[in-house]
Protein backbone atom coordinates (compact mmCIF):
# COMPACT_ATOMS: atom_id res chain seq x y z
CA UNK A 1 0.00 0.00 0.00
CA UNK A 2 2.91 2.18 1.01
CA UNK A 3 4.66 1.50 -2.29
CA UNK A 4 1.68 2.53 -4.70
CA UNK A 5 1.33 5.77 -2.93
CA UNK A 6 4.76 6.32 -3.16
CA UNK A 7 5.04 5.54 -7.01
CA UNK A 8 1.49 7.66 -7.78
CA UNK A 9 3.34 10.89 -5.59
CA UNK A 10 6.50 10.44 -8.07
CA UNK A 11 4.58 10.39 -10.83
CA UNK A 12 2.31 13.50 -9.95
CA UNK A 13 5.40 15.40 -9.53
CA UNK A 14 7.06 14.23 -12.92
CA UNK A 15 4.08 15.69 -14.91
CA UNK A 16 3.72 18.55 -13.04
CA UNK A 17 7.39 19.71 -13.92
CA UNK A 18 6.85 18.91 -17.32
CA UNK A 19 4.18 21.39 -17.75
CA UNK A 20 6.05 24.00 -16.31
CA UNK A 21 8.97 23.28 -19.20
CA UNK A 22 6.20 23.49 -22.03
CA UNK A 23 4.66 26.73 -20.48
CA UNK A 24 8.07 28.47 -19.97
CA UNK A 25 9.11 27.77 -23.47
CA UNK A 26 6.33 29.22 -25.36
CA UNK A 27 6.95 32.24 -22.79
CA UNK A 28 10.26 32.95 -24.40
CA UNK A 29 10.22 32.30 -27.57
CA UNK A 30 7.04 35.06 -28.12
CA UNK A 31 8.45 37.75 -30.00
CA UNK A 32 7.03 41.14 -31.87
CA UNK A 33 8.18 41.76 -35.52
CA UNK A 34 5.87 43.12 -36.94
CA UNK A 35 6.51 46.75 -34.53
CA UNK A 36 10.66 45.74 -35.29
CA UNK A 37 11.05 45.92 -31.35
CA UNK A 38 12.89 42.81 -29.77
CA UNK A 39 13.03 42.43 -25.81
CA UNK A 40 15.37 40.60 -23.75
CA UNK A 41 16.17 40.10 -20.26
CA UNK A 42 18.90 39.09 -18.26
CA UNK A 43 18.97 38.11 -14.25
CA UNK A 44 21.78 37.25 -12.12
CA UNK A 45 21.14 33.44 -12.95
CA UNK A 46 21.59 34.48 -16.79
CA UNK A 47 18.36 35.62 -18.02
CA UNK A 48 18.67 38.85 -20.09
CA UNK A 49 16.94 42.29 -19.06
CA UNK A 50 18.29 44.49 -21.63
CA UNK A 51 15.94 45.97 -24.41
CA UNK A 52 16.36 47.23 -27.92
CA UNK A 53 14.34 48.86 -30.41
CA UNK A 54 14.98 49.35 -34.16
CA UNK A 55 13.09 52.34 -35.83
CA UNK A 56 11.83 52.12 -39.60
CA UNK A 57 15.09 53.58 -41.22
CA UNK A 58 17.05 51.63 -39.18
CA UNK A 59 15.36 48.45 -39.67
CA UNK A 60 16.54 48.25 -43.44
CA UNK A 61 20.10 48.69 -42.37
CA UNK A 62 21.32 45.39 -43.81
CA UNK A 63 19.73 45.82 -46.95
CA UNK A 64 19.86 49.64 -47.25
CA UNK A 65 18.27 52.46 -45.59
CA UNK A 66 14.38 52.29 -45.85
CA UNK A 67 13.42 55.73 -47.34
CA UNK A 68 10.43 57.55 -47.92
CA UNK A 69 10.13 59.55 -51.73
CA UNK A 70 7.71 63.16 -51.99
CA UNK A 71 7.58 64.88 -54.73
CA UNK A 72 8.77 68.38 -53.94
CA UNK A 73 8.21 70.18 -57.19
CA UNK A 74 6.70 68.47 -60.18
CA UNK A 75 7.62 71.35 -62.37
CA UNK A 76 6.77 71.91 -65.79
CA UNK A 77 6.76 71.77 -69.48
CA UNK A 78 6.70 74.44 -71.48
CA UNK A 79 6.02 72.40 -74.83
CA UNK A 80 2.74 73.79 -77.41
CA UNK A 81 0.19 72.09 -75.95
CA UNK A 82 1.76 68.58 -74.40
CA UNK A 83 1.68 69.02 -70.32
CA UNK A 84 3.99 66.28 -68.07
CA UNK A 85 2.78 65.42 -64.85
CA UNK A 86 4.55 63.21 -62.00
CA UNK A 87 2.64 60.96 -59.24
CA UNK A 88 3.90 58.44 -56.95
CA UNK A 89 3.00 54.41 -57.46
CA UNK A 90 5.10 53.54 -54.74
CA UNK A 91 6.65 56.37 -52.25
CA UNK A 92 8.61 53.89 -49.96
CA UNK A 93 12.09 52.36 -50.45
CA UNK A 94 12.46 49.13 -48.76
CA UNK A 95 14.78 45.48 -48.97
CA UNK A 96 11.55 44.42 -50.82
CA UNK A 97 10.85 47.02 -53.03
CA UNK A 98 11.95 50.38 -54.43
CA UNK A 99 9.92 53.35 -55.07
CA UNK A 100 7.68 53.93 -58.66
CA UNK A 101 6.73 57.27 -59.97
CA UNK A 102 4.31 57.45 -63.23
CA UNK A 103 4.94 59.78 -65.92
CA UNK A 104 2.37 61.04 -67.71
CA UNK A 105 2.33 63.46 -71.05
CA UNK A 106 -1.12 64.89 -72.11
CA UNK A 107 -1.81 66.59 -75.45
CA UNK A 108 -4.27 68.75 -74.88
CA UNK A 109 -5.12 69.36 -78.54
CA UNK A 110 -7.31 67.74 -81.12
CA UNK A 111 -4.17 67.52 -83.60
CA UNK A 112 -1.75 64.30 -83.11
CA UNK A 113 1.90 65.36 -81.73
CA UNK A 114 5.04 63.74 -81.77
CA UNK A 115 7.92 64.55 -79.20
CA UNK A 116 11.08 62.98 -78.98
CA UNK A 117 14.37 62.63 -76.39
CA UNK A 118 17.56 61.38 -76.16
CA UNK A 119 17.85 58.05 -74.39
CA UNK A 120 21.85 58.38 -73.08
CA UNK A 121 23.84 55.32 -73.84
CA UNK A 122 20.14 53.52 -75.02
CA UNK A 123 19.07 53.51 -71.41
CA UNK A 124 15.78 54.62 -70.20
CA UNK A 125 17.29 56.76 -67.81
CA UNK A 126 17.14 60.00 -66.25
CA UNK A 127 19.41 61.13 -63.66
CA UNK A 128 19.21 63.36 -60.74
CA UNK A 129 21.65 65.33 -58.71
CA UNK A 130 21.39 66.02 -55.27
CA UNK A 131 21.23 70.09 -54.73
CA UNK A 132 23.56 69.76 -51.47
CA UNK A 133 26.45 67.53 -52.69
CA UNK A 134 27.82 64.86 -55.56
CA UNK A 135 25.71 61.98 -54.61
CA UNK A 136 22.88 61.00 -57.87
CA UNK A 137 19.76 59.35 -58.23
CA UNK A 138 18.43 56.97 -61.45
CA UNK A 139 14.52 56.93 -62.88
CA UNK A 140 14.40 53.71 -64.25
CA UNK A 141 11.94 53.35 -67.05
CA UNK A 142 10.62 49.70 -68.74
CA UNK A 143 12.71 47.69 -70.61
CA UNK A 144 15.64 47.86 -68.41
CA UNK A 145 16.16 44.44 -66.46
CA UNK A 146 18.44 45.42 -64.11
CA UNK A 147 19.43 43.45 -60.97
CA UNK A 148 20.01 45.07 -57.45
CA UNK A 149 23.44 45.01 -56.45
CA UNK A 150 25.22 44.95 -52.93
CA UNK A 151 22.05 44.77 -50.48
CA UNK A 152 21.06 48.30 -51.96
CA UNK A 153 18.78 49.25 -55.28
CA UNK A 154 21.55 49.99 -57.77
CA UNK A 155 22.79 48.70 -60.81
CA UNK A 156 26.26 47.25 -61.06
CA UNK A 157 28.52 50.05 -62.44
CA UNK A 158 29.56 48.22 -65.51
CA UNK A 159 25.91 48.92 -66.66
CA UNK A 160 26.12 52.69 -66.67
CA UNK A 161 29.72 52.61 -68.56
CA UNK A 162 29.06 50.52 -71.37
CA UNK A 163 29.96 51.76 -74.39
CA UNK A 164 27.03 51.80 -76.33
CA UNK A 165 25.87 55.32 -78.22
CA UNK A 166 22.95 57.75 -77.42
CA UNK A 167 19.63 57.06 -79.04
CA UNK A 168 16.62 58.84 -79.43
CA UNK A 169 13.51 58.11 -78.99
CA UNK A 170 9.98 59.19 -79.84
CA UNK A 171 6.56 59.04 -78.66
CA UNK A 172 3.38 60.19 -80.79
CA UNK A 173 0.39 61.67 -78.87
CA UNK A 174 -3.23 61.45 -80.59
CA UNK A 175 -5.49 64.52 -79.91
CA UNK A 176 -6.64 64.19 -76.09
CA UNK A 177 -4.58 61.42 -75.57
CA UNK A 178 -2.65 60.45 -72.35
CA UNK A 179 0.87 58.91 -72.01
CA UNK A 180 1.88 56.96 -68.62
CA UNK A 181 5.00 55.43 -67.79
CA UNK A 182 6.06 53.79 -65.10
CA UNK A 183 9.67 55.00 -63.92
CA UNK A 184 12.09 52.71 -60.96
CA UNK A 185 13.92 54.74 -58.49
CA UNK A 186 17.70 53.49 -58.10
CA UNK A 187 20.75 54.24 -56.24
CA UNK A 188 23.85 55.68 -58.55
CA UNK A 189 26.51 52.92 -58.07
CA UNK A 190 29.17 55.75 -57.55
CA UNK A 191 27.41 56.74 -54.49
CA UNK A 192 29.71 56.93 -50.97
CA UNK A 193 26.18 55.36 -49.51
CA UNK A 194 22.68 53.71 -50.48
CA UNK A 195 20.08 56.69 -51.54
CA UNK A 196 21.66 59.46 -49.70
CA UNK A 197 18.68 61.38 -47.95
CA UNK A 198 18.13 65.09 -49.48
CA UNK A 199 16.79 66.65 -52.52
CA UNK A 200 17.29 65.87 -55.86
CA UNK A 201 16.57 67.63 -59.37
CA UNK A 202 15.84 65.37 -62.50
CA UNK A 203 15.33 66.91 -66.09
CA UNK A 204 14.41 65.40 -69.46
CA UNK A 205 14.16 67.62 -72.53
CA UNK A 206 11.69 66.97 -74.98
CA UNK A 207 12.21 67.99 -78.64
CA UNK A 208 8.92 69.01 -81.44
CA UNK A 209 9.63 70.50 -84.53
CA UNK A 210 13.12 72.31 -84.06
CA UNK A 211 12.37 73.78 -80.72
CA UNK A 212 13.33 72.03 -77.10
CA UNK A 213 11.83 71.81 -73.91
CA UNK A 214 13.06 70.58 -70.66
CA UNK A 215 10.65 68.95 -68.34
CA UNK A 216 12.40 69.50 -64.19
CA UNK A 217 11.21 68.27 -61.37
CA UNK A 218 12.47 67.36 -57.60
CA UNK A 219 12.27 64.03 -55.64
CA UNK A 220 13.04 64.22 -51.96
CA UNK A 221 14.36 61.75 -50.20
CA UNK A 222 13.81 61.15 -46.00
Not at 44 to 73: F, H, K, L, M
Request: charged share 25%; hydrophobic share 30%; net charge negative.
Amino acid sequence: MNRRRFLAAGLSGVSTLAGCLGGSSDTDSSSSESTGTTAETRTATGTRTTAETRTATESGSEDGPNRTVTVSDAGTLEAGDVSAAIDLSKSEITADHTAEVVFSLRNRTSASVTLSYTLPRGLNVVTGSKSNGDARLLLVGEGEGWNRTDGCWQPDARTLARGMPDAERSISLAGGETRRETYRLWNHPENASCFPAGTYEFARAFRRNDSESTWRFDLSLS
